[in-house]
């Protein structure tokens, strides 16, 4: 069974109670607001999507940036790779030089 400490442990960096606090105050701020607006206390579920979308976001961005930066390293080493191997086999031209010659006599 599951511990109350281990619970209440920081989740995306902020702790348990502090989700509890914004979705509490959402929650008042939208019945609130619906005293005003009819039907304006529907916008507590859109506000606790958005709020689990950001969440879910905070938890996810270190392993989105390590990707970004993993396929920035992949993309320089192509192209060192691409380089490397059109200065060692001299294909920075399209063609040889015959068959250059070929395509001139033949236009």
Do not use: C
């Amino acid at each position: 069974m599951p511990s109350v400490k281990a619970a209440l442990e920081p989740f995306a960096g902020i702790s348990f109670l502090t989700h509890v606090k914004w979705v509490l105050v959402a929650w008042i701020g939208t019945q609130l607001l619906a005293r005003l607006l009819p039907g304006a206390g529907f916008l507590f579920i859109p506000f606790l999507l958005a709020y689990a979308a950001w969440v879910v976001f905070r938890v996810g961005a270190p392993s989105l940036r390590a990707s970004a930066r993993r396929l920035a390293d992949l993309a320089d080493a192509a192209t060192k790779t691409t380089a490397a191997r059109t200065t060692a086999t001299g294909a920075a031209e399209i063609f040889s030089h015959s068959q250059q010659a070929e395509r001139k006599n033949k236009s």
